[in-house]
């Protein structure tokens, strides 16, 4: 088959090596392509909005490959109508994106294979951005923790790092069951995490990772697996065991392959297009009203009134009360 991949390279070796053509496109660029060129098309999530006039000119299956909806479930699962298959990596919100397209379906996140050293340093690392207003919690639940064992909070590439070190804390944003995950797996290092949705579908709690329900008890666990590093490695071991056995890049583009065996494109309803230009709109206002752009915040909120009362649409309905 020949895919288009919107935004990210997700997939796309995995494809090449299974004999497929994937070629990488941003959303803006997308009517310089011919309609004719692929069979499928995949927006992988970039935490942006989605305009559903740009999805009417993509080629072949339209797919929506949704990261983050435990940040824009209210306007992810609008814009999602319009699409012939919708991917939903956070198991949370499946059944919230399923209300408004059927051909939804659990794909969780994943990381490369890198190389990992025989020998790793026994330090406890936790690499990301703790910039925007969305890691606020996640900020202040660090540096606490930072203050009661030997943290290092770090802006690094995960992958030159990650098979440095023997050890991974991970704080998820609002239940969401994210990279670092996988990535730290993928680098045989010890994974301390909070509990979210799915974590148990595809883990074992103290075999393949370990899962912490607070501050207390995730400095606890760092101080004790520090303290004894052979037991921290035989987890790491088994968790990156479990890893490449399930949750690569090439197991998850698989996964998609079989999703998407029998798919064929649909015809979508005016209902169904104003039910996505409504997220659309909304994802704008939401923009809008973060930065202080009162006056197009309000505008907006207009244009998703008359939405609305056209297609006679009640905020409940949307589970927007």
């Not at 996140?109 to 025989?118: D, H, N, R, T, Y």
């Not at 968790?239 to 064929?264: D, I, S, V």
């Amino acid at each position: 088959m020949r895919f288009l991949l919107i935004n990210h390279n997700w997939f796309q070796i995995p494809l090449l090596n299974f004999g497929h053509e994937a070629r990488i496109c941003s959303l803006e660029d997308i009517h310089q392509i011919a309609q004719s060129d692929f069979d499928v098309t995949i927006i992988m999530d970039d935490s942006c909005p989605i305009n559903p006039d740009a999805v009417n000119l993509l080629p072949g299956l339209k797919c929506y490959y949704m990261v983050d909806t435990h940040l824009h479930l209210h306007c992810q699962k609008l814009i999602g109508s319009v699409f012939d298959v919708v991917f939903v990596a956070q198991k949370a919100d499946l059944d919230e994106v399923r209300r408004f397209n059927q051909n939804a379906f659990w794909l969780p996140l994943f990381a490369s294979i890198v190389s990992v050293p025989e020998r790793k340093h026994n330090r406890c690392v936790f690499v990301g951005n703790l910039d925007r207003p969305c890691h606020e919690e996640r900020k202040q639940f660090l540096e606490k923790l930072s203050k009661i064992v030997p943290l290092e909070i770090i802006k690094a590439p995960w992958y030159e790092l990650y098979p440095t070190v023997s050890i991974v804390v991970n704080k998820s944003i609002k239940n969401d069951l994210n990279f670092r995950v996988f990535e730290a797996l993928s680098s045989k290092c010890l994974l301390i995490t909070d509990k979210t949705v799915g974590l148990n579908d595809l883990f074992v709690d103290r075999c393949d990772l370990v899962v912490y329900d607070n501050l207390n008890e995730c400095a606890e666990l760092v101080e004790y697996f520090l303290a004894y590093p052979t037991e921290a490695k035989q987890i790491a071991e088994s968790g990156h065991k479990k890893f490449l056995e399930h949750h690569t890049e090439e197991k998850r583009a698989l996964q998609m392959l079989e999703y998407l065996k029998n798919k064929k494109e649909r015809r979508v309803n005016d209902r169904e297009r104003a039910l996505a230009r409504l997220g659309y709109i909304l994802w704008l206002f939401k923009i809008a009203s973060a930065n202080g752009q009162l006056e197009a915040a309000n505008a907006l909120l207009k244009q998703s009134a008359a939405v609305l009362t056209d297609f006679n649409i009640s905020w409940h309905d949307l589970g927007l009360t």
